[in-house]
């Protein structure tokens, strides 16, 4: 069998019942330029069919049905059209002989030559588009395999990379730390640890945004999250003294929450290094409490605030709120767009109110598990 019924260099051919060829019928069917071949009983169906291009048979519900479905196994139905014209109108089409076709139509000339010229042309439309959507479906999952290529590769070299960085920048720090101690020229010694803390930020950045990758939701409870979000951020030589500042006000009790620990324990400390870093020596607030059915956490800073119309900016990679923050406040900017990534992970949003030299407040808000409602 061909792939495509019409070709035009192919006449389209049709497989006629034997009981159809009145005159009318054939001419109507001739001038169309259709290819005939005769179907009677003593007809071979499966040699028909299978030895012959044909775009459709046309056959009368006087044709035994046991000989066509004899034939079935050959048919390929994207291919073929199955008419069916009763020439008695006053017999009953058997259902199963309904069910078999594609088409009833009278045995009238030129509603037949009309009818066959629309179904042949939809039949072909629809190929045309049955054909397109396995094309698509090809792309679609051969993109499908780029993309997934594409992630694990770079899964793969943000977890190395941060792997490999991590060990070396640890003898670093202690060096320097060593160094410091011995009465090393302070100068060289200031150079060394600002250098090595904006180094281990950028590890810290890259190690975060390997676990992005990674989201596990569970059962978790909040009030363990800001602990070791605290105690991570105690960790890092830049913040071990300003986490005193933080004042944490979590509610006792507070049910669970389904979230990626680690993930939720990276906003955290995201949240909680920003308003250190913008909040200057004010006291920084973290607060956590059952809100409806949720729990409302925000992270509130005393420091220089955002202006209006930047505060949908700072949650873009590598925004600074000015020119000059970057000298002033140091990092690169990710902090707050990991915050969002991690949040979006588990289809929340984080919000900021604040006012220019009186401080920002970063929130948001998360469903909490009702145990009652577990059985």
């Known amino acids: 069998m061909v792939t495509t019924p019409f070709n035009t260099q192919q006449p389209i051919t049709l497989a006629v019942d034997q009981a159809l060829f009145t005159d009318d019928i054939t001419n109507e069917l001739t001038r169309a330029d259709y290819h005939l071949l005769t179907i009677d009983l003593d007809a071979d169906m499966a040699q028909l069919v299978s030895s012959n291009h044909i775009d459709a048979i046309i056959t009368s519900s006087s044709f035994p049905l046991d000989r066509l479905m004899d034939a079935s196994e050959f048919f390929n139905r994207d291919q073929l059209l199955l008419l069916i014209v009763p020439n008695d109108i006053d017999n009953p089409i058997a259902s199963d002989l309904l069910d078999f076709v594609d088409a009833v139509l009278p045995a009238n000339a030129m509603y037949l030559g009309h009818q066959l010229r629309t179904l042949l042309r939809l039949r072909k439309e629809n190929l045309e588009l049955q054909r397109s959507v396995v094309e698509l479906s090809n792309e679609i999952s051969a993109q499908k395999r780029k993309t997934t290529e594409v ?64 989201i596990k939701l569970q059962m978790i409870m909040m009030g363990d999250v800001v602990e070791a979000a605290k105690r991570n951020l105690a960790r890092i030589w830049t913040r071990k003294d300003d986490t005193e500042r933080i004042r944490f006000n979590v509610e006792k009790n507070l049910p669970p929450i389904r979230a990626d620990k680690q993930g939720l324990g990276i906003v955290m400390q995201l949240l909680m290094d920003n308003a250190l870093k913008f909040g200057d ?59 969002k990534l991690l949040l979006d992970y588990h289809h929340t949003k984080i919000h900021v109110d604040s006012e220019l030299g009186k401080g920002s407040t970063f929130w948001f808000e998360i469903p909490y598990v009702n145990l009652e409602d577990i059985t």
């Open 151 to 214: 992630e694990v590769l770079k899964n793969a070299i943000v977890r190395n990379v941060s792997h490999e960085l991590r060990t070396p920048l640890l003898q670093v720090k202690s060096a320097v730390s060593l160094i410091a101690e011995d009465g090393a020229d302070e100068k060289l010694i200031s150079y060394a640890k600002n250098a090595t803390a904006k180094l281990e930020s950028h590890v810290q950045n890259i190690t975060m945004l390997g676990h992005s990758l990674n």
């Open 281 to 339: 020596s004010e006291p920084v607030d973290v607060s956590v409490r059952k809100k409806g059915n949720v729990l409302h956490v925000a992270v509130r800073d005393y420091g220089i605030g955002i202006c209006e119309d930047k505060r949908s900016d700072i949650f873009e990679a590598f925004f600074q709120i000015d020119s000059s923050s970057t000298r002033r406040y140091g990092g690169a900017g990710v902090g707050l767009a990991l915050v």
